[in-house]
């Protein structure tokens, strides 16, 4: 068995990340894979080109293609007088980390919005299954009352991301 050369395990370790980013914004890892190797290439390269040095198949390689195109993440480009698509990225590691967080800001907002809801239909409830509804109550306040501190400290961090942009 080959040993793993040092260049090669921070590489390893650096797409264990940009997959990790991936899948905590919904998508498989296999995207974060892609978007690591196009990025850490720094030119526009061909599916199989892809599939090479990811060591997942076409299919498989297609449909995370697929999935960073439509985000806008990746461009797909013709090569001239050929039938061949190239790949590459269009935007910036921060741009693509700023938003994730813009994405978790929305959520956080929404989830504040649902749980206030939530914990007024709560409140009026009469004796109905009272020590149930008291342990939800409990459960989802400490839930509602942490999300403020969430998006505050979401929003410092895209602050500083754009500050360290210009």
């Known amino acids: 068995m080959d040993k793993m050369t040092s260049l090669e395990k921070i590489e390893r370790e650096v797409a264990?990340?940009?997959?990790?980013?991936?899948?905590?914004r919904g998508y498989n890892r296999v995207v974060g894979r892609v978007l690591f190797i196009l990025m850490a290439?720094?030119?526009?390269?061909?599916?199989k080109e892809i599939a090479v040095k990811t060591g997942?198949?076409?299919?498989t390689i297609s449909r995370a293609l697929n999935t960073v195109v439509a985000l806008g993440t990746?461009?797909?480009?013709?090569?001239?007088g050929s039938r061949l698509r190239r790949y590459r990225v269009e935007m910036?590691?921060?741009?693509?980390?700023?938003?994730?967080l813009v994405n978790w800001l929305?959520?956080?907002?929404?989830?504040?919005?649902?749980?206030?809801?939530?914990?007024?239909?709560?409140?009026?409830?009469?004796?109905?299954?009272?020590?149930?509804?008291?342990?939800?109550?409990?459960?989802?306040t400490g839930l509602h009352d942490s999300i403020p501190r969430?998006?505050?400290i979401i929003q410092r961090a895209?602050?500083?991301?754009?500050?360290?942009?210009?």
């Open 16 to 24: 264990s990340i940009w997959e990790d980013m991936a899948e905590s």
């Open 41 to 47: 290439e720094g030119r526009p390269l061909s599916q």
């Open 56 to 59: 997942y198949s076409l299919p």
């Open 74 to 80: 990746a461009k797909k480009m013709a090569t001239p």
């Open 92 to 100: 910036r590691p921060a741009d693509l980390m700023v938003g994730g």
């Open 106 to 140: 929305l959520v956080a907002r929404t989830m504040y919005r649902r749980l206030s809801g939530v914990l007024g239909e709560l409140e009026s409830l009469e004796n109905e299954e009272a020590e149930k509804a008291e342990n939800l109550r409990a459960f989802l």
């Open 150 to 152: 969430m998006i505050e």
């Open 158 to 166: 895209m602050g500083e991301m754009n500050t360290s942009r210009r």
